[in-house]
């Protein structure tokens, strides 16, 4: 929240293709009793005694789902097609960057883009500070269910009983952690002298951009898609390595780093990535929260010289900072800063934003399988009578970054958006650094351009 009063808004998008028609009034029911279930998503900010809470609201509002007609107008029950089409694309931007206020609004709003009577794309948008990936693609598949009957008229309240026993859970984590970790508190110690003392000595490389105007909230996005053809190539080839596809990702991710700098001009010794590891417990599967930590395994120049190499090096390091303490530490240190009043939050925030402690070159999320209900090969999840034929999610940006990578796969095909701050990165350079991404995962197959999957711009 204090990095939100710096102008850097922390809220994601997940956004779902749909084949066949939407009845909004159904739709909006199903949105609404999904909210009545979680105290979290019909919530706004509150300031009280210079400490940030949540005060939960019973009429949370109209204007949760807004319904915009692109391509065509609606009359009656009726689409007649339009002269001009609205660009699609255009209307996905400007939503995305359409302020969300935590403090005026709910954590939470949907948009049902209608193409056609049989075509349409819902944007389910949220703030950071109450939901993480996981937990929002929870509350849509909750949404989805009650939409096709399949979930209960009234929801059971029993989310937050779980979800605001922070202490408890950071505590229970720690405790746990340090029963398998060998000089615990040491390391303890030692990783948060590391992260703030060490690290801003030799930080790690920066992506270059090329624009340097007053940085803005505004962000953009670009999507490529792997099919699952050339994602059982990829997973195979990890686990023959044995890595895991996640891996494969992210050593690709450091890889493509120290091209694109060196492309710029700009070479590069220690890379290093920020991603995110749930850390929620796994009793709670009904709460709809935010409960994800951050962890930033790095490379070296020489770790990247050979492929084979830095893919058991990126998993070694991955490993590591999940056991050694890394993890509790910058968690159990946010906790604590969390008990300052607002005003000393958001000077932190600032001075993190200033000094680039806290961040990497590029924020990696993966969502994994985002819809894990057992299926048939080819089968798609409905929501009614329609098909969702697609699922993509833009990451939010924070200045620094520049850039944020998020890989999710659905229906068999990964997904990877990339995310970008329209006053630090062009369109044109995001696409080139997408496709140089992709060439990184694929290098080791002959693939044809035209067979590297859908390729979606929006804005920028």
């Avoid at 694109?260 to 929260?289: A, E, F």
């Amino acid at each position: 929240m204090a990095l939100h009063t710096r102008n850097e808004r922390m809220v994601f998008h997940i956004m779902l293709t749909v084949l066949g028609e939407i009845e909004p009034e159904k739709l909006d029911h199903a949105i609404s009793v999904a909210m009545h279930a979680h105290p979290t998503m019909r919530s706004i900010l509150r300031v009280r005694s210079f400490r940030c809470c949540r005060e939960e609201r019973g009429d949370f509002g109209e204007n949760i789902l807004t319904v915009r007609d692109c391509g065509c107008r609606h009359v009656g029950k009726a689409f007649i097609q339009r002269d001009s089409l609205v660009d699609q694309n255009g209307e996905i931007d400007q939503w995305i960057n359409q302020p969300l206020e935590p403090e005026d609004s709910t954590p939470v709003r949907v948009l049902l883009l209608r193409h056609t009577l049989d075509e349409c794309i819902l944007v389910f948008t949220f703030h950071h500070s109450a939901a993480d990936g996981l937990r929002a693609v929870r509350f849509i598949k909750e949404v989805v269910d009650t939409y096709g009957g399949e979930g209960t008229a009234e929801l059971p309240h029993e989310e937050d009983t779980c979800s605001c026993h922070r202490r408890e859970e950071v505590l229970s984590l720690m405790e746990t952690t340090r029963r398998r970790t060998k000089h615990f508190y040491l390391n303890l110690l030692r990783n948060l002298y590391d992260r703030f003392i060490v690290l801003p000595l030799s930080p790690p490389a920066r992506l270059v951009h090329d624009r340097f105007e007053r940085p803005s909230g505004e962000i953009s996005f670009v999507c490529r898609r792997l099919n699952p053809s050339q994602l059982n190539r990829l997973t195979s080839g990890a686990r023959e390595s044995g890595a895991t596809p996640n891996d494969v990702l992210l050593a690709g991710c450091f890889r493509t780093v120290e091209k694109w700098n060196q492309l710029h001009g700009r070479t590069c010794n220690k890379i290093s990535v920020m991603m995110p590891v749930d850390v929620g417990r796994r009793s709670s599967m009904n709460v709809i929260s935010n409960q994800v930590s951050f962890i930033s395994p790095f490379t070296t120049r020489k770790d990247r010289a050979d492929p084979a190499s830095l893919l058991q090096k990126t998993a070694r390091a991955r490993a590591n900072l999940l056991k050694n303490g890394s993890l509790v530490s910058i968690i159990y240190f946010t906790y604590f800063i969390s008990f300052l009043p607002l005003p000393l939050l958001r000077a932190v925030a600032r001075l993190f934003l200033l000094t680039g402690v806290h961040v990497d070159s590029i924020l990696l999320t993966n969502l994994g399988s985002i819809w894990s209900r057992p299926e048939t090969d080819g089968a798609r999840a409905s929501l009614g009578k329609a098909a969702i034929s697609e699922v993509s999610c833009i990451a939010p940006v924070i200045t620094p970054f520049r850039m944020s990578l998020l890989a999710s796969t659905y229906n068999g095909a990964l997904n990877i958006s990339l995310s970008y701050r329209t006053c630090l990165v062009s369109g044109g350079k995001a696409r080139a650094f997408l496709d140089m991404y992709f060439g990184e995962l694929l290098s080791d197959e002959n693939v044809d351009a035209a067979t590297m999957g859908t390729f979606t711009v929006a804005g920028g």
